[in-house]
Each structure stands twice: as structure tokens, then as C-alpha cells.
């Protein structure tokens, strides 16, 4: 067994990785949304290739964040409250994976067959995705704000046996 030397947030470094990287994905997200936007309404054909770019990146990064997130969620030993919010949490970010990697690939589809035009069907999945990020977020904010996930007071209270 893995003997992991913890700091006082519970995590064997100083701050949670997992925001870092999907701060980074989610960024990357919406940029190739609003990118194919205005390239699909204003007829920019350039911001399709920023937009394919920005997706290529983000389903790179997105197994990072997966794996990451699994890895502080294991650390974090959650109190039975938080456990339901981190356990939709964590299917919402594979469910999320998939899709992201699965609009990537369609979208290379649809860049080898015309690379300068979208379909209005790609736009609305693609808004689908952006709705299904905010839900994803709003979750990730929920366990650190809310039930204080790696945070240093909710760690020591339960290290206490405060909160269970």
C-alpha cells in the first residue's frame, strides 16, 4: 500500500491540482464554442480552426483532470453529505470525457469534409456541452465552497471527528 505523507488539506502537495487543469479545459471549451459562434454568425472562417484547436487541447487535457480529480476525490474522504454531490460530480466528469473527446472527433470529421463551414447541428450539441460544463461546475463549486472539500477547516473537523 502507498504510504502518502498528507499536508493539512489532506492532498500529498500543496493545492488541489484538479481545478488548475479543468479551469483550463473549461476555458478551452467555451473559447471553441464562442469561436465557432461568431465564425458560424459573421461568417469568420478563421475561428473554425481556433475552435478545432481549442477542442483538440481540451480532450487532451480533460483525462488529466479526470485523473486528477479521481485522485483528490479519494483523498479528500468525503462526510456522508458530501458524498452524493462528489459522486454526481465524478460520473458527470467521465460522462463529460466522453463527450468532449466524442465532439473532437466529429468535429475533425467535419474539418476533413469542409473546413470552412459547421453544421447548425454541431452548434447545438456543442451548446448542450456548454450547459452540461456549467451543471459540472456548479457541482465542483458546491464541494469546495459549500461542503469544503481539501479545505483546511472542514479537513481538521473531521480529522476531529466533528463532521462524519
Known amino acids: 500500500m502507498l504510504n502518502l505523507r498528507l499536508n493539512e488539506v489532506n492532498l500529498p502537495y500543496p493545492d488541489p491540482i484538479h481545478p488548475i487543469i479543468i479551469h483550463f ?13 461568431i465564425g458560424y454568425f459573421w461568417k469568420q472562417n478563421y475561428l473554425f480552426e481556433v475552435g478545432f484547436w481549442n477542442m483538440i487541447v481540451a480532450s487532451i487535457t480533460i483525462f488529466l483532470a479526470v485523473i486528477f480529480g479521481q485522485f483528490e476525490a479519494g483523498l479528500a474522504q468525503p462526510y456522508q453529505a458530501a458524498q452524493q454531490t462528489l459522486n454526481i460530480h465524478t460520473l458527470t466528469g467521465w460522462i463529460l470525457s466522453a463527450i468532449v473527446v466524442g465532439i473532437t472527433a ?8 469542409n473546413f470552412l463551414k459547421i453544421p447548425p447541428i454541431y452548434l447545438g450539441v456543442a451548446t448542450f456541452l456548454v450547459i452540461l460544463i456549467c451543471f459540472q461546475t ?6 469546495v465552497w459549500v461542503y469544503g472539500l481539501h479545505v483546511e477547516p472542514v479537513v481538521e473537523a473531521m480529522k476531529e471527528g466533528v463532521i462524519q
Open 106 to 113: 466529429w468535429r475533425l470529421g467535419i474539418r476533413h469534409h
Open 138 to 143: 456548479y457541482l465542483g463549486t458546491k464541494l
Open 25 to 37: 479545459v473549461i476555458a478551452m471549451v467555451l473559447f471553441a464554442f464562442v469561436c465557432d459562434i
